[in-house]
C-alpha cells in the first residue's frame, strides 16, 4: 500500500506553483499520485519506494518549494 503524507508548502501561490510541483514531483519515481492545493497551502502526495519523505522534501527545497517544518 502507498504512503500518503500531506505536506505544507507556504510558497504555493499561484495556479503556476501548483502546475509546477505537481509536474516536477510526478517524475520521482515512486511517486504515485500529487495534488497541490493553492487554497491550502499544501500538497498531498501518494508514494511508494523509492520515493521517501526524505527525497520529495529534496525535490521540493531544490525547486523553491520548502516544506514547512
Ligand atoms: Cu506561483
Redesign the pocket.
Known amino acids: 500500500m502507498s504512503t500518503k503524507v500531506t505536506y505544507s508548502i507556504p510558497n ?6 501548483v502546475h509546477t510541483i505537481q509536474s516536477e514531483l510526478i517524475e520521482l519515481q515512486g511517486v504515485r499520485s500529487v495534488k497541490a492545493d493553492l487554497d491550502h497551502h499544501n500538497a498531498i502526495i501518494e508514494f511508494d519506494p523509492p520515493a521517501s519523505e526524505d527525497s520529495i522534501k529534496e525535490l521540493l527545497a531544490s525547486i523553491d518549494y520548502p516544506v514547512a517544518s
Open positions: 504555493i501561490n499561484c495556479g503556476h506553483c
